[in-house]
Every structure is written in structure tokens, then in C-alpha cells.
């Protein structure tokens, strides 16, 4: 079994260059507050400008990730055909509509065909894919294809329920609307027993082991 590396990472959208250019962050962060009307020179304000850059440079650092150096040869061969869930995956992105969070959670299963990923990578893979400017349906798409890609597995199947707090902030609040989404490839879409078994699985409460 192959795996295109070429591939991985244009679905991982890889950014070969540099770092991220806090320098010029710090500069339109300071623009920013000006036309805000607020002074720059205030004491809260005096490292705003730094701390924001500081913090793009983290909360979008997946565009830099290697991919390949995330999953670390955690790619195991089994003979184990079952389900493969990992629940509740707690994630943070940036709506690139607009650069506010969407919060939540993201549900991942696959069907092994030969080939499984260490377990810790499957949120590592998310972080990946949620630090850096995204859209709801992209996120779960680029998990989806990532996984089809590096374990060609006989399905695919991602769930990501989130909230944007640029649709609860803004205009006429909606608290707490939630937004679904995902991606079914392979079994999850041709079967549908398949697929009531994944949507059955997540759609119990969160699993409490205290
Ligand atoms: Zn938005």
C-alpha cells in the first residue's frame, strides 16, 4: 500500500515558506486600534499589537505543520477490520469570513483496511487543520480527504459540530446555534447500517469515565 506524499500534502495545504511576518501583524494590529478611535499609547494597549502577532503565529501555525513529521511514522499494519472511532475532539479555529473563533468538536471514524494511526495523531491531524483561517465545511473535508488519503481505509467518516461566535456575537444573537457538519467517503456513504452505527455512536452523550 502506497501513500502519495505529494498528495498529503496538498490536501494538508502545506506552506513551504517562511514564518508568519509578526513584524507586519504588529504594524496593522497598531492601524487597528487607531481606526478604532483608541489610543495605542494607552497602558492596556501598549503590547496589544505584540500580543496579537504572538498569538496569529500560534493560533494559525497549521498552515506550517509537516504533516509527515506530525504523524511520525505512527502508521501501523493490522489485520483488525472493526470501526475506528475517536469522539468528542475538542478543537478552536479562526472563521476566515470574520478571523473570529468557531469552537467544538469533531468526530472521526474510519474502516481499516490493512493500515491504522496511532491514536494521539487523529486530534494532532485536527489542530492541524484548525490552526489557520478556515471554513466549517473545508475543516471537515481536509480531515476527511487527509485520513482517506494516508490510510486508504474501505471508509471514511467526520462529524464537526460548532459554534461561531461571529453568528452568536453579532446582529440577532442566536445563543448556542450549533452548525453540523460532514463528510462521509467510502462504506460510510454506500452503507447505510455503517453509518447509523458511526451516527448512533456519536450522538450518545459524551462518554464520562469519572
Ligand atoms: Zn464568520
Known amino acids: 500500500m502506497t501513500t502519495n506524499n505529494d498528495t498529503l500534502y496538498k490536501i494538508a495545504e502545506t506552506l513551504q515558506d517562511s514564518n508568519i511576518d509578526r513584524e507586519k501583524i504588529e504594524k496593522s494590529i497598531m492601524k487597528m486600534l487607531e481606526a478604532f478611535g483608541e489610543n495605542p499609547e494607552r497602558e492596556g494597549l501598549q503590547r496589544t499589537p505584540e ?6 503565529e500560534e493560533l494559525l501555525s497549521g498552515y506550517r505543520l509537516d504533516p509527515l513529521e506530525m504523524i511520525n511514522d505512527a502508521l501501523f499494519d493490522v489485520t483488525y477490520d472493526e470501526m475506528v472511532l475517536v469522539r468528542d475532539i475538542e478543537f478552536y479555529s479562526l472563521c476566515e469570513h470574520h478571523l473570529l473563533p468557531f469552537i467544538g468538536r469533531v468526530h472521526v471514524a474510519y474502516l481499516p483496511k490493512g493500515r491504522v494511526l496511532g491514536l494521539s ?3 494532532r491531524l485536527v489542530d492541524m487543520f484548525a490552526h489557520r483561517l478556515q471554513v466549517q465545511e473545508r475543516l471537515t473535508r481536509q480531515i476527511a480527504e487527509f485520513l482517506d488519503e494516508l490510510l486508504h481505509p474501505a471508509g471514511v467518516a467526520v462529524v464537526v459540530e460548532a459554534l461561531h461566535l461571529c453568528a452568536t456575537m453579532r446582529g440577532v444573537k442566536k445563543h448556542g446555534a450549533r452548525m453540523t ?3 462521509m467517503f467510502g462504506y460510510f456513504r ?3 447500517a455503517t453509518r447509523q452505527e458511526f ?4 450522538s450518545r452523550g459524551p462518554v464520562s469515565i469519572f
Do not use: C, Q
Open 121 to 123: 495523531k487523529i486530534p
Open 190 to 192: 454506500k452503507n447505510i
Open 199 to 202: 451516527l448512533e455512536n456519536i
Open 51 to 56: 500580543r496579537v502577532a504572538r498569538m496569529y
Open 181 to 183: 457538519t460532514s463528510a
